[in-house]
Nanobody, 121 residues
Framework: QVQLVESGGGLVQAGGSLRLSCAAS????????MGWYRQAPGKQRELVAL???????NYSDSVKGRCTISRDNAKNTVYLQMNSLNPEDTAVYYC???????????????WGQGTQVTVTS
């Protein structure tokens, strides 16, 4: 089993910055893709950013140029640096990763518990 612990959310004024972290623990052989998603009230969960095991990143158009996703493989941790935040970024942010407990096991996806980001105007 794998547990994900998120941190770094909070209340920030428009134009401010936040850095989210998500640390994975448990039986982990390798981690494939890691990503951040968000869900605003009344809206569907949407992709924010992805990073694969080779460090290749992908961003949604809404955050491109303002956010940077990174990972520390030694710590099984993924980060999301968010700059120039605006009220439209207000949402619960969830980390997601695909991992396997051994070399012969299939990949399984896990979700974090979510961390609230609130941006005031």
């Amino acid at each position: 089993q794998v547990q994900l612990v998120e941190s770094g959310g909070g209340l920030v004024q428009a134009g401010g910055s936040l850095r989210l972290s998500c640390a994975a623990s448990g039986t982990i052989f390798s981690i494939n893709a890691m990503g951040w998603y968000r869900q605003a009230p009344g809206k569907q969960r949407e992709l924010v950013a992805l990073i694969n095991s080779n460090g290749i990143t992908n961003y949604s158009d809404s955050v491109k140029g303002r956010c940077t996703i990174s990972r520390d493989n030694a710590k099984n941790t993924v980060y999301l640096q968010m700059n120039s935040l605006n009220p439209e970024d207000t949402a619960v942010y969830y980390c997601n990763l695909a991992t396997r407990p051994s070399s012969w096991s299939p990949l399984k996806a896990y979700w974090g518990q979510g961390t609230q980001v609130t941006v005031t105007s």
